[in-house]
C-alpha cells in the first residue's frame, strides 16, 4: 500500500485507517478475511475516473484500524464503528456501499443501523460481493457449504493463531489459493494480505471475528 496515502480518521470507537481516490458521490468498500484494501484497487481505478469519491478503509483489527472500543470484534460492534467512521467522512451524503466476505456482512449492518435511524448514515446502494444476505445464507446452508466453511471451525481451535504464526502464515497463503485459484502465490494481493496479518495483532484480530461470530465470550479472552 506504500503508492497509496494512508490517512486516519478518529471517532468515538476508535481510529480508522484508510485511502481514498476520486471526487463525487462517496463510495465505501469494506474487505473481508484474508484480505485488505488492495483487494479494491481494480474497482477504486474504475469508479474514481467516473465520478466516485472511493472510500477503502483497513477493517477493525487490520492494519491502523484499531478494534473498537472494549475490544470487540462481533459484528454490531464492527459495523458502528464504520457507521461512525461515514458519518464523519461523508455527513449528509448518500454512500453507495460495497462489501466482500465479511465487508457484506458488516455493510448490512450498516445499512440497518441507517434504516431503523440508529445512525445518521445515509445509504443510495448496497452491493454484496461473495457472502449473500444473512437470511439468505442461512436458509441454503447444506452439508456442502459446512464443508466449504470448514475452515471457520478450524479457526475455533485453541492455539490455532501461534500456529498459524509459527508456519509464517503458509495457511492463509492456501486459503488464497484455494479461493482464487487462477491467481499468481507470488501475486502482490497475497503478500500485502500476509504482511498485514503479521504485523501486531493482525491475524488474532482477522481470527477474532469467526471466534466471536461462533463463540463471543471466549473471543473476549482468547
Known sequence: MSAKEI????????????????SGKPF????GFPDTPLSFTAQVEYFSSRGYRC????MPGYGETSVPAKGST???AIAKMMSQFLEQIAPDEAVTIYGHDWGSIVAQLVVALAHTGETRVKVDKLILGAVPSIRSFLRNMNFAQVIRSRYMYYFQLPGVVNYIKSQHLAYIRTLWMRWSPSISLLHPQIDETVNTLKAGDGLKQGISYYRNLLNPVRALYD
Not at 28 to 31: D, P, S, V
Open 7 to 22: 490517512k486516519h480518521q478518529l471517532v468515538p470507537l476508535g481510529q480508522v485507517a484508510y485511502y481514498e481516490k476520486g
Open 28 to 31: 465505501l468498500f469494506l474487505h
Open 55 to 58: 472510500i477503502v478503509p483497513y
Open 74 to 76: 462481533s459484528q454490531l
